[in-house]
């Protein structure tokens, strides 16, 4: 009994604190959702708005400018790291890091066993130096045209001036060529601890 007590107190104390630690991850993986949800839905309306103002064309440069902007203020805004990354990149600014680029490719062979990309998120708490940081992604499937006129700028078909502006823009670029179903890239998410 001597020995029992504070074993039973310590695992119970145990069981405590590991249930707060799932809390606390599971409230940054709800908020990590919403926040990708609400960038989406601007990023969306500001490219919906300049394809109609001005066509593929004129949408480039509210994607090349908004784009980074809108991330930039949901990142002040939730006290997160937020953006877009993607295996096959037109700006490389986004390029992923190893754990990204980790995570992308297991999105790839998450997809090629059947899973399609519209669910798909993955989330992780990475220790680096003894400091903690929650990690989030969410994948970005590709819509068909019918959907979304995301394959205007990434698919096969590309009008010529469209492409021409692309060259001028990312002379690197290797975001095109893209299929319906496909995974274009993912969101990424990132925050201390
Ligand atoms: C009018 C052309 C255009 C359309 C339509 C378009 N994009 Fe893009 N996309 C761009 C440009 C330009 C960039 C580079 C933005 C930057 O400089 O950060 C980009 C970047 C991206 C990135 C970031 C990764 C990278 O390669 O740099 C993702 C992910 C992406 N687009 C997905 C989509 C999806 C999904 C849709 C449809 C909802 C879409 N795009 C529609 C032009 C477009």
Same mark, same amino acid.
């Given at each position: 009994?001597?020995?029992l007590?504070p074993l039973?107190l310590?695992?119970v104390?145990m069981?405590?604190?590991a249930l707060?630690a799932?809390?606390d991850i599971?409230s940054?993986v709800?908020?990590?959702?919403q926040?990708v949800q609400?960038f989406f839905?601007?990023?969306?309306?500001?490219l919906?708005k300049?394809?109609?103002q001005g066509?593929?064309v004129?949408?480039?440069?509210?994607? &090349?400018v908004?784009?980074?902007?809108i991330?930039? =203020?949901a990142s002040?805004?939730h *006290?997160?790291?937020?953006g @877009?990354?993607s295996?096959?990149l037109r700006?490389?600014?986004n390029s992923?890091?190893?754990?990204?680029?980790?995570v992308l490719a297991?999105?790839?062979e998450r997809?090629?066993?059947?899973?399609?990309?519209?669910?798909?998120a993955?989330?992780?708490?990475?220790?680096?130096?003894?400091v903690?940081?929650f990690?989030f992604?969410?994948?970005?499937?590709m819509p068909p045209?019918s959907?979304m006129?995301c394959?205007?700028?990434?698919g096969?078909?590309? &009008?010529?001036?469209?492409?021409a502006?692309?060259? =001028?823009l990312?002379?690197?670029? *290797?975001a095109r060529g893209? @299929?319906?179903?496909?995974?274009?890239?993912?969101?990424t998410i990132?925050?201390?601890?």
């Open positions: 009994m001597k020995i007590l039973i310590g695992s104390l069981f405590d604190s707060a799932d809390a599971e940054r709800a908020a990590s959702k926040v609400a839905g601007e990023l969306k309306g500001e919906v300049a394809m109609k066509g593929p004129n949408a480039i440069q509210a994607c &090349n908004s784009a980074p902007a991330a930039q =203020a002040e805004k *006290n997160m790291t937020v @877009r990354t295996l096959r700006n490389p600014d992923p890091d190893a754990w990204e680029a980790g297991k999105f790839e997809r090629a066993a059947g899973e399609s990309p519209a669910k798909m993955y989330f992780e708490v990475v220790e680096n130096d003894g903690r940081t990690r992604m969410k994948a970005i499937g045209l959907k006129p394959l205007k700028c990434h096969r078909e590309i &009008n010529p001036k469209v492409a502006k692309l060259d =001028a990312y002379p690197a670029d *290797n893209y @299929r319906p179903g496909q995974i274009r890239g993912a969101f990132s925050q201390p601890m």
